[in-house]
């Protein structure tokens, strides 16, 4: 009997052993991990450098607490993370995961607005859907109806506005205008607030689990940037599930030439290897809150040596192996055989995404858009169908996290063309089984 609880009452298989792009299970069945858990193992599992680098930290220290001492492994890490973010991003505070990274960059941002005289800011503006967290202050800026509802009564909701969704609003994304019309609601929505009042911005500039991979349309991102500068509002971009690579740059906001004042990483920044999450700021923002005192708040496992070393090693071989030009290039493969899954399959209505997050959604009908009844299940049974078959993908739901089924095809970002044959071949498999 098993003591551990997580979602469900089913029990998945025990995991043996990963290597690469695979992982077996006791009984001795093999996987290929089409979705790098949840889009954290970027970098294959069980990457040799990686382990060795992890090794000799262990060696060294494991631990040494924050405010006693600095660590070289830390003081590497920041300094390779400011070298590979945008110009002015200088400041790297480590956490453990991506909602302490998210809840991290909202308190040094209301730090920031007091240290500067403008305590009345403290509202973070962010979109629906967007998914930034489980704890109850990333649950607060996360637009997804059936996990934050339950929870409404305990923490202070914060505004939100329609993340774009252009296919379902019947919009050309490629149109600026289109790009005009929703970053418009960021404008409204700080009208109605009342500027004075909004402290951030936050959003995910490719959305993960929420949209289903959505892009957003042109001359949105820049847009957001101006508006958010016109009213003095901080950006933080939560790069959680698009950072370190996986869009094909390595910052999702690298492909529109956007710099956020707080970027949030986690997820493959350590590829799985170690609990670790970072939010890197700029100047402007960070000194203000130092020299008022320094930053207040923290955690135990902040800056954790072995993390640390992890998350080097991790960046290290990101550019040995050329993954983010990997990314890129089989991102566009995998991309026009998922379209090409889609001529053959009435059931995807759409196919999309950057790099290797990508997303197909299932549709009961494609002109009108209209979504697999709710009852169905798919995104499930869809994702066990393929379990069976070896193939691991990721499924979550986009329209208010109610219905609007979609698979995330994540890859790890070593993939090669015979993993995508077989990446392609099961899905045709499961689409076939699923439909039958
Ligand atoms: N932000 C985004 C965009 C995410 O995708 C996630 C995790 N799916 C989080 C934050 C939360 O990260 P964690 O689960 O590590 O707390």
């Known amino acids: 009997m098993s003591h551990l609880f997580y979602q469900g009452r089913t029990r998945k298989p025990v ?83 991506g909602s302490e990274a998210v809840e991290s960059a909202m308190k040094l941002a209301r730090q920031h607005a007091i240290a500067t005289g403008r305590e009345q800011r403290w509202k973070v503006i962010s979109r629906s859907p967007s998914y930034h967290g489980c704890t109850l202050g990333a649950l607060a800026v996360t637009g997804y109806a059936t996990l934050t509802q339950p929870f409404a009564p305990m923490m202070r909701e ?26 418009d609601m960021l404008e409204d ?42 009213h003095d509002i901080i950006l933080i971009m939560d790069e959680v599930m698009t950072g370190a690579g996986r869009t094909g740059a390595f910052l999702g906001a690298d492909h529109w030439g956007v710099t956020p004042d707080i970027v949030v990483l986690s997820k493959g920044f350590a590829a799985g290897y170690a609990p670790l999450g970072a939010i890197v700021a700029s100047d402007a923002i960070v000194d203000p809150v130092l020299d008022a005192g320094g930053f207040a708040h923290g955690f135990t496992y902040a800056g954790n040596p072995l993390a640390c070393a992890a998350g080097h090693a991790v960046l290290e ?19 026009a055989r998922l379209d090409g899954l889609m001529e053959r399959h009435e059931i995807i209505g759409d196919v999309r995404g950057k790099g290797l997050l990508l997303a197909f959604e299932f549709m009961a009908d494609r002109v009108s858009k209209r979504p697999l009844p709710k009852e169905y299940d798919a995104y499930l049974r869809f994702v066990e169908i393929a379990y069976e078959k070896g193939l691991i993908v990721y499924a979550r739901r986009t329209r208010d996290g109610v219905e609007g089924d979609h698979i995330l095809v994540c890859p790890p970002l070593t993939v090669t063309n015979t993993h995508l044959d077989e990446i392609i071949e099961v899905l045709d498999q499961s689409l076939q089984q699923f439909t039958a």
């Not at 914060?158 to 970053?183: C, E, N, Q």
């Not at 071989?317 to 991309?335: P, Q, S, V, Y």
């Open 158 to 183: 914060m505004p939100k506005i329609p993340a774009p969704r252009a296919y379902l609003d019947g919009l050309d994304p490629t149109d600026p205008a289109t790009g005009d019309h929703y970053a």
């Open 317 to 335: 071989e990101i550019d040995r192996l050329g993954l983010i030009k990997n990314a890129a290039r089989m991102g566009d493969r995998l991309r």
């Open 189 to 230: 929505c700080i009208a109605r607030e009342g500027a004075a009042s909004v402290l951030a911005f936050l959003m995910e500039p490719v959305g993960g689990a929420s949209t289903g991979a959505l892009v957003p349309p042109t001359g949105y991102m820049k847009r957001i940037r101006q508006i958010c500068d016109r």
């Open 15 to 97: 995991l043996a052993q990963a290597r690469g792009v695979y992982m077996w299970d006791e009984g001795g069945k093999r996987y290929l991990d089409g979705s790098s858990g949840a889009m954290v193992c970027n970098i294959g599992h069980s990457n040799e450098a990686v382990l060795e680098a992890m090794r000799r930290q262990m060696e060294k220290s494991t631990f040494g607490y924050r405010l006693h001492f600095e660590t070289e492994a830390s003081e590497r890490l920041a300094a390779r993370t400011v070298e590979k973010t945008p110009v002015g991003l200088n400041k790297v505070f480590f956490v453990s995961g």
